[in-house]
């Protein structure tokens, strides 16, 4: 497999650039990219520093690096652009077709994207994260019914990171709850969450996944048996169809993917950070 290095710049935080960049790259399946992301490019001294790093990078490669920037002061990035690599400004590519488009002029101001700029907002989203942590693995039911979304699954499953992800990106409020044998003894939902249950949304998962995950937190418990595994996610999934919560397989999606898909099926406000 051939290899490039691919240098993320940026003036802030270079989380655009990195999620922009990672995006592109992995559409070129026989190269392996060494991604290196270097956020702050903010003066003229640190951008020439940057040119040096990518010149010598490209030196130990033998190949010209490829750097995706979002630098939004021209002579910065006229700097950066003057790297022995592919130079692919971000700004250049979609800011001008802007201007030309709206008839306006961009302020090329640094950090818009990833700034603390609306303290309502950003209060929300902290609230939000609060409130998820909290909230995480049926810890505390004290104003559940504040909560937009409360995911539900065996334990292991991908609640509590898909909840985290939402609080983070989207200032939901989101809990989660294990469902356990208790619950599956008796059919039904816990007491507190049978109100609930139109704000329910459920996570399963493929038995064998789940035994390499909790055999990893657990070894040779018979929590992580196969046996139990499959038992409980037959039950939670069977408990979920009875009470007419939806449900997604976690198994092979993302993260991110189970989190959009929830937004979109539970119709839950979609915001912006």
Avoid: W
Avoid at 73 to 95: H, K, P, S
Avoid at 155 to 176: D, V
């Amino acid at each position: 497999m051939r290899k490039r290095t691919a240098f993320f710049v940026s003036d802030r935080t270079g989380i655009t650039a990195e999620m922009l960049g990672h995006s592109l790259l992995t559409q070129f399946d026989d190269v392996q990219f060494n991604e290196v992301t270097l956020p702050f490019v903010d003066s003229i001294e640190k951008a020439h520093e940057t040119v040096s790093r990518i010149n010598q990078q490209g030196a130990a490669d033998g190949v010209r690096p490829i750097v995706i920037s979002t630098l939004a002061r021209t002579e910065i990035a006229q700097v950066i652009g003057q790297a022995n690599a592919l130079y692919l400004d971000c700004f250049e590519i979609f800011i001008s077709p802007l201007e030309r488009e709206l008839g306006l002029h961009a302020s090329h101001a640094i950090g818009r994207s990833h700034r603390v700029s609306d303290f309502v907002d950003y209060h929300h989203r902290m609230e939000s994260v609060n409130y998820t942590l909290s909230h995480d693995d049926g810890s505390s039911t004290r104003d559940l019914s504040d909560a937009d979304v409360i995911l539900v699954g065996v334990s292991r499953c991908g609640k509590t990171p898909t909840c985290l992800y939402l609080a983070m990106q989207y200032g939901i409020r989101a809990a989660n709850y294990p469902l356990i044998p208790e619950d599956f003894s008796s059919m039904g939902l816990p007491s507190h969450l049978r109100p609930l249950r139109t704000r329910l949304y459920g996570l399963t998962i493929l038995p064998h996944r789940l035994q390499q995950i909790r055999n990893e937190r657990r070894p040779g418990s018979k929590y992580a048996t196969l046996e139990n595994c499959e038992l409980e996610v037959r039950e939670a999934e069977a408990l979920m169809r009875r009470e007419g919560i939806p449900y997604l397989d976690a198994t092979s999606k993302s993260i991110e993917e189970l989190a959009t898909t929830i937004l979109q099926e539970a119709k839950l406000l979609r915001r912006i950070y």
